[in-house]
């Protein structure tokens, strides 16, 4: 990934191949303009004069140097409006520019703080530019010998050093991102659940984590009927990983558990799904990639929590091994349940997975993400995850970060009365609950296999790869986008501080998460 620094602005000695600068909307005064060579300045502002340029949101002009300062070219980018602007706006224009050097096919650019300087701007810039620099090009001959851009300088007007280290920390977030990308993006004949098992076993070995893979059999052993129903009908056997990272000043401090599905290919059994688009199902891994990556930005920056990571994992296939509509299936909590939809599997597995944790870790909180629903893009779009949980301050707290990361996330209703959709007539509950209010019955499903313990689930199938009603942002490039990662490391960063400034924000007497 590239280097992005943060520094102490001097952009009239700044060697670099291209400078951006920001420009407001209908704004002749652009920041730090008094530095530029006088004869550089002018051309920028006879476009502006010209209304060829007048910092729209989106629009930029180059302009060539000359050897009328240290740098070769001049991007101007148009901010919008100065009242509008917000860091998600800030992101998507870093991560503009970045795409624009990379089109120049520069090694390096330096880029000026867009408006005033504070955390969230230079989180979001540097965010911006690494996410939007990011492309899957394993596959293709041509595209891995353009030049990269390697080395970004964010010019502020301060020396202070906390901004770079908001900048490192954006970038181990940002590498954490595109690294959910990377396995994201996988095609499901190079990423079988073993696959994803041995990544994760590399990670562990990386960042000192604690890594456990449970094979096919222990899990027959073990009860997890879910898993094994939907993995049985594929040859690639499936696979619970589990990653424990332990960072907390105590050591047995209750964890935050994680729980991602990851489905490496879902056809939807013998439910068979209509072949449009079916390719789009490698993507029904995204979540358990996601929580992989969360435990590698934890771990990478060494924050002071303890978390666990669960990701279970399978291939949905047809054959004549597989799962049928009708089966009984028993969970590893004990209750059964009727399949009705072999395509409703992401829940069958899990429903195994968090009843595991949760038995086994004593979590303090738990968030699973998953592509669960189509149901869930039906409601909120394809830029909006829903959440759906059983504690409303941990729900709050999860939207309140999403907020801030720039990631859209809202909440639905798990009341009572859908577990009535879920009702069967021969087993404990049935794993589809009819076309209403479908990304609510199957957390209402989930919440059958959830013990006292906060918990909120994040559906993101509309929102885990770009696809038919994903709005253009230059710092989601086509595929996966890692969504959900950056709201769940801040979350947790948030966790790591110390504990009277938490007690600060939230009511002494109830038990927060
Ligand atoms: N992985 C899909 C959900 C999905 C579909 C995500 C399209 C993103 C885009 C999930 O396993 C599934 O098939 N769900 C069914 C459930 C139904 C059978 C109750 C669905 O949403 O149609
Ligand atoms: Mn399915
Ligand atoms: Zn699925």
């Not at 729209?56 to 302009?63: E, H």
């Not at 969504?483 to 002494?508: C, N, W």
């Amino acid at each position: 990934m590239a280097q992005i620094k943060v520094e102490k602005a001097k952009i009239d000695q700044k060697q670099t191949s291209l400078l951006v600068i920001g420009v407001f909307e209908n704004e002749q005064d652009f920041s730090q303009s008094k530095e530029l060579d006088p004869s550089v300045l002018m051309y920028i502002k006879a476009a502006i004069d010209n209304k060829d340029f007048r910092g729209t949101f989106g629009s930029s002009i180059l302009v060539y140097t000359l050897g009328k300062g240290p740098m070769q070219k001049i991007l101007a980018l148009g901010l919008g409006k100065r009242e509008k602007f917000t860091d998600e706006m800030a992101r998507i224009c870093a991560g503009k520019a970045a795409q624009k050097a990379k089109e120049l096919g520069t090694r390096e650019f330096s880029i000026l703080q867009f408006s005033n300087l504070d955390e969230g701007l230079i989180e979001a810039m540097t965010e911006g530019i690494a996410l939007a620099l990011y492309s899957f090009d394993r596959y293709k001959a041509q595209d891995k010998e353009t030049q990269r851009v390697e080395e970004v300088t964010v010019l502020i007007n301060s020396d202070s050093p906390r901004f770079q280290m908001i900048a490192e920390r954006a970038s181990h977030v940002a590498e954490a991102v595109n690294f959910a990308r990377d396995l994201g993006n996988l095609p499901p004949n190079d990423c079988p659940p073993a696959h994803l098992a041995s990544v994760a076993l590399s990670l562990a070995a990386e960042y000192g984590m604690k890594a456990r893979v449970i094979d096919r059999y222990e899990l027959e052993n073990m009860g997890m009927g879910g898993i094994v129903a939907v993995g049985k009908g594929s040859n690639n056997p499936p696979k619970l990983i589990i990653l424990e990272y332990t960072g907390a000043a105590a050591a047995d401090a209750r964890p935050y558990l994680l729980v991602g599905k990851a489905v490496t290919f879902d056809t939807g059994g013998i439910s068979l799904k209509p072949g449009d688009k079916m390719d789009e199902m490698k993507f029904d891994k995204c979540g358990g990639c996601d929580v992989l990556a969360i435990l590698r930005a934890v771990a990478s920056m060494k924050l002071a929590v303890n978390v666990v990571g669960i990701v279970p994992s399978v291939e949905n296939m047809p054959s004549s091994t597989s799962y049928r509509p009708g089966d009984i299936v028993r969970m590893y909590n004990g209750k059964t349940v009727e399949v009705l939809n072999t395509d409703a599997e992401g829940r069958m597995i899990l429903a195994d997975a968090l009843a595991y944790g949760i038995a086994t870790y004593n979590p303090k909180a738990v968030i699973d993400m998953a592509t669960l629903t189509g149901a869930a893009i039906i409601a909120l779009g394809a830029n909006v995850a829903a959440l759906i949980g059983n504690n409303k301050q941990l729900t709050d707290r999860v939207r309140r970060m999403a907020e801030k990361a720039g990631e859209r996330m809202w909440d639905l209703p798990l009341y009572d009365e859908f577990h009535e959709q879920i009702k069967s007539p021969f087993a404990d509950i049935k794993n589809v609950g009819g076309r209403p209010g479908g990304a609510i019955t199957a957390a209402a499903f989930l919440s059958n296999f959830v013990t006292n313990v906060p918990w909120v689930h994040m559906d993101i199938a509309g929102t885990a790869w770009t696809q038919d009603g994903t709005y253009e942002r230059s710092y989601n490039p086509k595929g996966a986008t890692g969504f959900g990662i950056r709201t769940l490391v801040k979350l947790l960063m948030e966790e790591e501080k110390p504990q009277q400034q938490q007690q600060q924000q939230q009511p002494a007497s109830q038990s927060s998460p």
